[in-house]
């Protein structure tokens, strides 16, 4: 302490007013204080780091919903997408699997969070199975706040490779766990995790949920109870599985802007700053699918959630955005069939997805009534018939495949594989540090950068 006063004295008077109101006043939190207000004085300093990762949007899916966000018009003089003006680059995805070249969801993002690339399935581990840390649990020990958002369950692959460590994907239950096990400095490392996958969370061996409340974290399941909450620290789960896709989604299913929204109001009162993740998860699942209506649905959602993520920052000034796809799913294509036009409007003329649809035909409902009401297409007799035979072979798939073909044939949509592809992936960044991500990068660059921002704020 007498050191210390010996430094104040020399410090006035210029340090007398913070010094002398802060009252008890320790050397180490001078520094520490000290430290900040340089900080505070850098106007490039990176506090807060957004990744949002559209899985498997591949850049064909920004090219159609640039054409949807146009009603369907010529590319001839295109209102850009939000996307498009922070186009920095693209971004190889291959993992290091003995069997594959082409990634899953897991090793791209174990890939993405760690700067390590590993086998199909692995989960924040490498090939030989061990942990690597994540850019999110480095923000944890900087002193950061921390948080999930996905339209997927919350403990699906992508939010997974930030928070967990599994040596396998499909170990659902044993990554829920650790979201509330895995602790840093003796505390839960994500402060907020908002997307489906309530079955995980409340299941018969252990309830999380309860678990969660216990260490004084909120946990919501509606749009109203998010908006209505202001706990700082939050666990909200939407649906059992999945949440249902934007276009089929009810009112009290929060959008992906919803949630990003939520999570960073939250996050945002550390003065620390905060790194979130932000997943469009289910582009690649309506993709896995061929399902042109359900992509679009979802990259629509991704990108009001990224236009909100891209105001704070606009605001905020020290936080960097980065957007980007793990994979490409599907191998879409704009135009197929041997026509050199793609239409966007028959797109625009579904009111619910292809898989809305042919839940309603299962349930008993003719299939002229559900194609008349829930889209304001024109459909043959022939393409109706061809749907009611589909949805009797298969019970299960046949109503959404054939569905999915009727709007795949109408808008020159093609697709080559039921699996995700390799092509390199679009880079949007945005805000201070945003230059670091132009050019040809890798998935692990992404990571390595962001660790050196979260290390030294530039
Ligand atoms: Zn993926």
Redesign the pocket.
């Known amino acids: 302490m007498k050191f210390f006063q010996n430094v104040k004295a020399k410090l006035l008077p210029l340090a007398a007013v913070s010094v002398l109101t802060a009252g008890i006043f320790t050397g180490i939190e001078f520094q520490q204080a000290e430290k900040a207000d340089a900080k505070k004085q850098d106007k490039n300093e990176i506090r807060n780091v957004i990744v949002m ?1 559209g ?2 949007m591949g850049t064909p899916y920004i090219n159609a919903y640039r054409s949807l966000k146009n009603n369907g018009k010529t590319p001839n003089d295109m209102k850009l997408t939000e996307f498009d003006p922070n186009l920095t680059g693209m971004m190889m995805t291959y993992p290091d699997d003995p069997d594959y070249n082409i990634t ?2 897991a090793a ?2 174990t890939a993405l969070s760690t700067g390590v690339k590993t086998y199909n399935n692995a989960i924040g581990v490498n090939k030989n199975k061990k942990r690597v840390k994540s850019v999110l649990e480095e923000a944890k020990e900087q002193g950061k706040s921390t948080g999930l958002v996905a339209t997927s369950e919350i403990n699906h ?2 939010p997974a490779a930030y928070g967990a460590h599994n040596e396998s994907r499909k170990n659902m239950n044993q990554i829920a766990n650790s979201y509330f096990d895995d602790k840093i400095n003796g505390k839960q490392k994500i402060d907020v995790l908002l997307g489906g996958g309530k079955t995980y969370f409340n299941r018969k061996d252990r309830n999380l949920t309860e678990e969660f409340k216990k260490t004084g974290y909120s946990y919501v399941t509606t749009k109203r109870e998010l908006k209505k909450d202001k706990n700082k620290q939050l666990l909200g789960l939407f649906a059992d599985g999945g949440l249902a896709k934007a276009l089929d989604r009810d009112s009290q299913t929060p959008s992906l802007e919803d949630m990003t929204s939520s999570a960073i109001d939250r996050l945002n009162q550390n003065k620390k700053g905060f790194f979130l993740m932000v997943e469009g998860s289910q582009i ?1 699942w309506a993709a896995h699918e061929n399902d042109v209506v359900g992509a679009m649905s979802e990259v629509k959602d991704f990108e009001k959630a990224y236009k909100a993520a891209i105001q704070f920052a606009k605001k905020d000034k020290h936080t960097l955005v980065i957007a980007t ?3 490409t ?1 599907g191998g879409f294509t704009i135009g197929a069939n041997g026509e050199k036009n793609w239409h966007a409007k028959p797109i625009l003329a579904a009111k619910r997805t292809p898989e809305f649809m042919a839940k309603k035909i299962a349930e008993g409902k003719p299939a002229k009534d559900v194609l008349t009401r829930y889209t304001d297409l024109t459909f043959t007799a022939e393409e109706i018939k061809t749907v009611e035979a589909a949805a009797q072979a298969d019970q299960d798939k046949g109503a959404y495949k054939s569905i999915t073909k009727l709007f795949n044939t109408r808008s020159n949509s093609g697709w080559t594989s039921t699996d ?1 592809t390799g092509e390199e992936v679009p880079v949007y960044a945005y805000g201070p540090g945003k230059e670091k991500f132009a050019g040809l990068i890798n998935n692990t660059d992404q990571a390595k950068k962001i660790f050196k921002i979260l290390k030294t704020g530039k």
């Open positions: 990762i899985d498997g899953d969801s791209a993002g692959a992508t690649d796809a793990d994979h799913t995700h």
